[in-house]
């Protein structure tokens, strides 16, 4: 591990990625934070929408909001309300938009 370690040092292109990260990393806690509060929200507003059928608990609105924030989407849970399609469509496209901004 060491070795492969030191011979990255020799690729310029390794170099340029590891001065990105680091460039990074101190907008890091903030992003992790605002996603953390969208997510929070979002499964509030779906958890409440939702009849109780199709989403029981908090822990499966949580899911939903997860896997389409981070546009997995395993389609396990989904809405079946019109406010909680709604809703997931607004989480998808501001999530989408949250999620190019740090690379931009």
Known sequence: VIRLLRLVRRFPHMQLL???????????????????????????????????????????????????????????VVPNSSLGFFLVSILMVVSSLYMAMPVA
């Open 18 to 76: 590891v001065s990105a990260f680091r460039d990074c990393f101190e907008a890091l806690p903030v992003l992790l934070y605002t996603m953390s509060v969208l997510g929070c929200i979002f499964s509030t507003l779906i958890f409440l929408a939702e009849p109780r059928e199709n989403i029981e608990t908090m822990s499966e609105s949580l899911w939903l909001v997860i896997s389409t924030m981070t546009t997995v989407g395993y389609g396990d």
